[in-house]
């Protein structure tokens, strides 16, 4: 069992993602079993991720800090573990840990406009306001970056939400490979502190 769902059945596309798996990790993550009941469509997803931030400056550690600030307040303790851990080997574990406690002091003030945004965001997108947007043009980003950062978080948001509501839980092993700041700020039944 993936969650609530059987293993799905086999196939050259679910094969290729498994593979990928394992020369990436070395081993085959629960999210990469859950999405081979559709490999198409998790290739695609992440193919309009990459294209929606590829023309601007959000660049690997603008977009952890996006995912980390996403899928903490969101409540997804996959992606939390995930990206904190990638966010820790760019901006170090307690910045990491900070961030997915909801504190960005750590950060620049381009990276905390980034993650209020995507808190706001992840929390209550109808809710939003332009001078939400004000923190954001203050510390830089062009309009097109900041619908190419919404977008970004929205896409995230869409794939957190299939793994949860299908009950894809943390790999023990991604668990074990976080640095401890990291997994301290990720509680094991994913709500958001």
């Known amino acids: 069992m ?5 293993d799905p059945p086999s196939s050259a596309a679910s094969d290729a993602l498994a593979a990928e798996d394992v020369a990436d990790v070395g081993y085959v993550m629960n ?25 601007t400056s959000l660049d690997f550690r603008r977009r952890a800090i996006l995912v980390s600030a996403t899928a903490s ?7 939390s573990l995930a990206w904190g851990t990638r966010l820790a080997g760019v901006a170090g574990d307690d910045v990491a840990g900070a961030v ?18 995507a808190r706001k965001v992840a ?27 919404t977008v970004f978080v929205a896409l995230r948001l869409a ?16 668990r074990a490979d976080a640095p401890a700041a990291v997994r301290d700020a990720v509680p094991r039944d994913g709500r958001s502190r």
Request: proline share 5%; with cysteine; aromatic share 10%.
């Open 2 to 6: 993936i969650g609530y769902l059987a």
């Open 31 to 55: 999210l990469t079993r859950l999405w081979s009941y559709q490999p198409d469509a998790v290739r695609s997803l992440f193919d309009l991720t990459r294209a929606v931030t590829a023309e």
């Open 73 to 79: 307040t969101f409540g997804d303790p996959y992606c």
């Open 100 to 117: 997915l406690a909801g504190d960005d002091s750590g950060l620049d003030a381009a990276e905390r406009a980034l993650a209020g945004w």
């Open 123 to 149: 929390r209550s997108p109808h809710a939003t306001t332009e001078n939400d947007v004000g923190p954001l043009r203050e510390a830089g980003f062009s309009d097109a970056e900041i619908f190419a950062a």
């Open 159 to 174: 794939f957190s939400t299939v793994n949860n509501a299908l009950g894809a839980r943390p790999d023990d092993r991604l």
